[in-house]
């Protein structure tokens, strides 16, 4: 059984990269989430999507920011032109909405993203 | 605007029962109030949910009071692998006539169990 993973699990990229990372939920799992966690900080929730429709989007996620889940399993983030205030801990979490009614989503271990 | 009120950190001996405090004073009637938990370096994990009633499952128990402003997460028997941020969280599902919006955190309780 194996849980969410995400990839690549640290980046550095200079200011003006675009980055991409790459999410695979639980299989079958067909709610996806994509939260953002600074030091300190809780996560803050960006987008998610069912199946792989994106039906909601935070206003945190600015258009340098894009998110795709082609066939309704694994999804990407991609970040345009990073910032350095972008340097973060992006964390993909995936539940299963028919089993568990969305109670609870299921977390991988992040991606580090350092912009210098 | 966090819907959430929790202390930054608790200390608790290993063995004891934990009990960490969250007040949700504008809790609406159809949101629930969830605990994840995030160990060092790890993403959240989920801990326990409710609606009204306690509820216990083999990882904690859940206590709302009856005008559900505040609830409080038992830790039976707290071990140093319980150590972690706690966050409380209310939110309504889908099944509740809410919106399917992702989990709000806040800053939660860093608990720490000393040995």
């Known amino acids: 059984d194996t849980g969410v993973s995400q990839n690549p699990r640290h980046k550095i990229t200079k200011r003006g990269q675009n980055v991409t990372f790459r999410c695979d939920p639980i299989?079958?799992?067909?709610?996806l989430y994509w939260y953002r966690q600074t030091l300190g900080q809780g996560p803050e929730f960006l987008t998610y999507f069912q199946n792989e429709a994106q039906l909601e989007k935070s206003r945190l996620l600015s258009d340098r920011f894009s998110a795709e889940r082609p066939k309704g399993s694994f999804s990407t983030l991609e970040i345009q032109r990073t910032e350095q205030g972008d340097s973060a801990m992006y964390l993909c979490?995936?539940?299963?909405?028919?089993?568990?009614?969305?109670?609870?989503?299921?977390f991988g271990p992040g991606t580090r993203l350092t912009v210098l | 605007d966090a819907k959430t009120t929790q202390p930054p950190s608790m200390d608790c001996a290993e063995g004891r029962a934990a009990n960490l405090p969250c007040n949700h004073s504008t809790i609406s009637g159809n949101e629930y109030v969830y605990w994840y938990r995030q160990i060092h370096s790890q993403g959240p994990q989920y801990i326990i949910h409710?609606?009204?009633n306690n509820e216990t499952n083999e990882m904690a128990s859940l206590i709302i009071t009856e005008d559900r402003k505040s609830s409080t997460l038992i830790l039976p028997h707290a071990t140093l692998r319980d150590t972690a941020v706690y966050y409380c969280i209310v939110r309504a599902t889908s099944y509740s006539g809410g919106g399917a919006d992702g989990l709000t955190f806040g800053k939660g309780t860093h608990l720490i169990i000393q040995p």
């Open positions: 299989s079958e799992h067909n709610r």
């Open positions: 979490a995936s539940s299963d909405l028919s089993t568990s009614g969305d109670n609870e989503q299921f």
């Open positions: 409710g609606l009204k």
